[in-house]
């Protein structure tokens, strides 16, 4: 849904708060994906089952990260092409502070 936000240039008009909770389902299927992966590797290489769950749950919980790592670079990608990401303007930048009318 959020990456859909990312092609039509929607996903600089919501909080990237909210863009992460809404992407968490798809994070940790994402997740899940990769966890299946390894663990069914790993099984086939007769890996002890002490040691096949702790991977697997590792790399549940990096490809959920991974994941959500690319949404929050791409939201900052694209919010640095649109102009917003850049600092915002204080009273000493403005024109109208009390300094700049000095000078």
Request: glycine share 8%; proline share 3%; charged share 20%.
């Amino acid at each position: 849904m959020c990456y859909e936000a990312l092609r039509n240039g929607d996903a600089t008009e919501k909080p990237l708060g909210a863009i992460v909770r809404a992407e968490l389902r798809d994070a940790l299927t994402t997740g899940l994906a990769a966890a299946l992966i390894v663990a069914s590797v790993l099984f086939s290489g007769s890996t002890e089952l002490a040691s096949l769950v702790p991977l697997a749950l590792a790399a549940l919980g990096l490809g959920a990260v991974l994941h959500q790592s690319l949404l929050v670079a791409g939201v900052a990608v694209q919010a640095r092409r649109n102009g917003r990401g850049t600092r915002r303007l204080t009273d000493r930048d403005s024109d109208c502070s009390p300094l700049s009318r000095a000078l």
